[in-house]
């Protein structure tokens, strides 16, 4: 069988995969995130503290997954594909304390990773691990110290948790230690560690704003339970709020329902429920015309808009979530994706959604004219900065729609597009590349992955007919060929081992018109040669749907999702199909 065959076949395999993870109602695709040791041990633990009798059987499942995932050397990565991680295996062993199973070897390897056991060595690793965002390390040392991990609570950082009952428009003035999306941690843990630490003149001050808080805390949780759809936060604000002495209150006991019913059948948890809007919108770009219910689908994404504004981050109705349930926050990346996906279905038709979704992403722009993720950004933590492949993804979908926008929002539109694109050409790196915010490669020595950003940014701008576009462009694509290992994949850097989704990213940017057309896209062939030949050898070896932890959750907080692989290669292998080599 010579290569175009080889193509063709697989080709149609991965049409037929991805066509059959689709649920047979008709529905958006769910996907399947990686089972995580940082979900398992902390909603052990939450059920722990909550009713260690009603949740037993939950308990004993989660702590049995724990020593079967277990590394030789005592240590947990945040997936089972991951390598150790100094954080996954401190929540494990604290969770493991709590049921009275504690490994020696796990004890041993912290005392390694911080120099030490003690709280002081503890302690001083978790926050020097975080720097100035707390979002992740008070939580942390909160659920040591309940667990007797670390005993020093005076030496936990204490939340703020009055503030959430100021109005919302002043949080990005009061540089919280927290990013946007926390302030159910902020309000459980910052009350568990006022009430578990030294008193003093303004402990009887601070107890008087429990009450309200615990109301803004009630009102931010969503129908289901779950906080963000994500069992360590869910996890951690009901264990707080149990130890703080509100066991019997509807959010511990809704959030101890959450977790009790997004368990899997090997008693493990993923770190969040589902993708589904956004493996959605990559499964429409991948299937493109194989999608035979085109109107009804689009119906099902436009549904999943936003119509209210949001309590977590105050934003405007208008953009989509990473998930169609209930506890989802909009955020840019998956509303450009939306956006994207709503052409494809609609054949450019517009609707209201796409005029909504458009504003959603103007009103979003961060001041530096660069998109973020969910909100304004509220002060420096990371997770409210700027991100390029959001930003060149917003930039797709401002392209696609913007000739049919109403006149007035045709022209915010594009000025917020050229205004995008200078921040794009601000931020390049002199090698030509860009970093992403929520994607990484646990190989790299930094964790970091500019050949996914630059293989995004160069795919979603090549079309683009703007003069910096193609300036940028033309940059990112040397970036790319320069980074080819010599078995024609891509890691996440130069000389990083190759990886099938990495690859087909890169692939993808390289074959996207007109950028084939320019020099480097010429001389592109070869290289995109060796690509599809490693794509390949993964498919024939049966190595093509290994998981491959490449996305990064809050706190960089590994996970790898079954459909990226699939979805991912399809697409790159069908615009490689158009260039007729």
Same mark, same amino acid.
């Given at each position: 069988?010579?290569v175009?065959?080889?193509?063709d076949?697989?080709?149609?395999?991965?049409?037929?995969r991805?066509?059959?993870?689709?649920?047979?109602? =008709?529905s958006?695709?769910r996907?399947?995130? @990686?089972s995580s040791?940082?979900?398992t @041990?902390?909603?052990v633990?939450?059920?722990?503290?909550?009713?260690?009798d009603?949740?037993?059987?939950?308990?004993?499942? &989660? #702590?049995?997954?724990l020593?079967?995932?277990?590394?030789?050397?005592g240590?947990?990565? %945040?997936?089972p594909?991951?390598?150790?991680?100094?954080?996954?295996?401190?929540?494990?062993?604290?969770?493991?304390?709590?049921?009275?199973?504690p490994?020696?070897?796990?004890?041993? *390897? +912290?005392?390694a990773?911080?120099? &030490?056991s003690t709280?002081?060595?503890?302690?001083r690793g978790?926050?020097?691990c975080?720097?100035?965002d707390?979002? *992740?390390s008070?939580?942390i040392l909160?659920m040591?110290?309940?667990a007797?991990?670390i005993?020093r609570?005076?030496?936990?950082?204490?939340?703020?948790?009055?503030v /959430?009952?100021?109005p919302?428009?002043?949080?990005?003035f009061?540089?919280?230690p927290?990013?946007s999306?926390?302030i159910?941690? +902020?309000i459980?843990?910052?009350?568990?560690?006022?009430r578990?630490?030294?008193?003093?003149l303004?402990s009887?001050?601070?107890?008087? !704003?429990v009450g309200?808080?615990?109301k803004?805390?009630?009102?931010?949780?969503p129908?289901?339970?779950?906080?963000?759809e994500?069992a360590?936060?869910?996890?951690?604000?009901?264990m707080c709020?149990?130890?703080? =002495?509100f066991? &019997?209150?509807?959010t #511990?006991?809704?959030g101890?329902g959450?977790?009790?019913? @997004?368990?899997?059948?090997?008693?493990?948890?993923?770190?969040?429920?589902?993708?589904?809007c956004?493996?959605?919108a990559? @499964?429409?770009?991948a299937?493109?015309?194989d999608?035979?219910?085109r109107?009804?689908?689009a119906?099902?994404?436009?549904q999943?808009?936003f119509?209210?504004?949001h309590? !977590?981050?105050?934003?405007?109705e208008g953009g989509?979530?990473?998930?169609?349930? $209930?506890?989802?926050?909009?955020d840019?990346?998956?509303t450009?994706g939306s956006?994207?996906?709503?052409?494809?279905?609609?054949?450019?038709?517009?609707?209201?959604?796409?005029?909504?979704?458009i504003e959603w992403?103007?009103?979003?722009r961060?001041?530096?004219?660069?998109m973020? #993720? !969910?909100c304004k =950004?509220w002060?420096?933590?990371p997770? %409210?900065?700027s991100?390029?492949?959001?930003?060149a993804?917003?930039?797709r979908? *401002?392209?696609?729609w913007?000739?049919?926008?109403?006149?007035?929002?045709?022209?915010?539109?594009?000025?917020?597009?050229l205004?995008?694109?200078?921040?794009?050409?601000?931020?390049?790196?002199?090698?030509?590349s860009?970093? $992403?915010?929520w994607?990484g490669?646990q190989?790299?020595?930094?964790?970091r992955?500019?050949?996914?950003?630059?293989?995004l940014?160069?795919e979603y701008?090549? %079309?683009?007919?703007e003069?910096?576009?193609r300036?940028?462009?033309l940059?990112?694509?040397?970036?790319l060929?320069?980074?080819q290992?010599?078995?024609g994949g891509?890691?996440?850097?130069?000389?990083?081992?190759?990886k099938v989704t990495?690859?087909?990213?890169?692939?993808?940017a390289?074959a /996207?018109?007109?950028?084939?057309?320019?020099?480097p896209?010429?001389?592109?062939?070869?290289p995109?040669?060796?690509?599809?030949? !490693?794509?390949?050898?993964?498919?024939?070896?049966g190595?093509l749907?290994?998981?491959? $932890?490449?996305?990064?959750?809050f706190?960089?907080?590994?996970y790898?999702?079954?459909?990226?692989?699939v979805? *991912?290669?399809?697409?790159?292998?069908?615009?490689?199909? #158009?260039?007729?080599?």
């Amino acid at each position: 069988m010579n290569v175009e065959m080889k193509i063709d076949e697989m080709i149609g395999v991965l049409r037929e995969r991805l066509l059959a993870k689709r649920p047979a109602d =008709g529905s958006v695709w769910r996907g399947e995130l @990686s089972s995580s040791a940082i979900s398992t @041990s902390v909603s052990v633990f939450a059920l722990c503290i909550t009713d260690r009798d009603k949740y037993a059987s939950y308990i004993h499942r &989660g #702590t049995e997954w724990l020593h079967t995932t277990m590394l030789p050397d005592g240590s947990w990565g %945040d997936s089972p594909e991951s390598p150790s991680n100094m954080t996954a295996t401190l929540l494990s062993y604290a969770s493991l304390c709590a049921v009275g199973a504690p490994p020696q070897k796990t004890k041993d *390897f +912290l005392a390694a990773r911080f120099g &030490g056991s003690t709280d002081r060595h503890i302690i001083r690793g978790i926050l020097g691990c975080y720097g100035k965002d707390l979002t *992740f390390s008070a939580p942390i040392l909160v659920m040591c110290a309940l667990a007797g991990v670390i005993s020093r609570w005076d030496e936990i950082p204490q939340l703020p948790f009055e503030v /959430s009952v100021l109005p919302q428009k002043l949080f990005r003035f009061l540089r919280l230690p927290v990013v946007s999306y926390a302030i159910p941690a +902020l309000i459980a843990v910052g009350i568990l560690r006022r009430r578990k630490g030294r008193q003093n003149l303004l402990s009887s001050v601070r107890e008087l !704003f429990v009450g309200k808080s615990l109301k803004v805390l009630e009102r931010l949780q969503p129908s289901n339970g779950g906080f963000l759809e994500a069992a360590p936060l869910t996890a951690f604000v009901t264990m707080c709020m149990s130890a703080a =002495g509100f066991r &019997g209150h509807v959010t #511990t006991q809704r959030g101890a329902g959450f977790l009790a019913d @997004s368990v899997r059948a090997d008693g493990s948890w993923p770190i969040d429920t589902d993708l589904a809007c956004w493996v959605t919108a990559l @499964s429409v770009r991948a299937l493109e015309n194989d999608i035979t219910d085109r109107p009804l689908l689009a119906e099902k994404i436009k549904q999943n808009a936003f119509t209210f504004k949001h309590p !977590f981050t105050g934003v405007m109705e208008g953009g989509w979530a990473w998930t169609d349930l $209930p506890g989802a926050v909009p955020d840019a990346d998956d509303t450009a994706g939306s956006l994207v996906a709503l052409h494809a279905l609609l054949d450019g038709a517009y609707c209201p959604e796409v005029g909504k979704g458009i504003e959603w992403l103007l009103a979003l722009r961060n001041m530096d004219g660069g998109m973020p #993720t !969910f909100c304004k =950004g509220w002060g420096k933590l990371p997770f %409210d900065r700027s991100s390029p492949d959001i930003s060149a993804h917003a930039i797709r979908a *401002f392209r696609l729609w913007q000739e049919v926008l109403p006149g007035e929002l045709r022209k915010k539109c594009r000025a917020g597009m050229l205004r995008m694109l200078g921040w794009m050409k601000k931020t390049q790196a002199a090698d030509g590349s860009w970093t $992403p915010l929520w994607f990484g490669d646990q190989d790299a020595k930094d964790e970091r992955s500019p050949v996914y950003a630059t293989a995004l940014a160069v795919e979603y701008l090549a %079309d683009s007919e703007e003069p910096v576009a193609r300036e940028v462009v033309l940059k990112g694509a040397e970036y790319l060929l320069s980074a080819q290992n010599a078995d024609g994949g891509w890691g996440g850097a130069k000389d990083v081992p190759s990886k099938v989704t990495l690859t087909a990213r890169a692939l993808s940017a390289l074959a /996207s018109r007109p950028q084939a057309e320019t020099a480097p896209g010429q001389r592109a062939a070869e290289p995109m040669r060796k690509a599809v030949d !490693f794509l390949l050898r993964k498919y024939e070896n049966g190595e093509l749907y290994r998981p491959e $932890p490449i996305g990064l959750y809050f706190s960089r907080l590994w996970y790898s999702e079954e459909l990226y692989n699939v979805a *991912f290669v399809l697409h790159a292998l069908k615009k490689y199909k #158009t260039l007729n080599f």
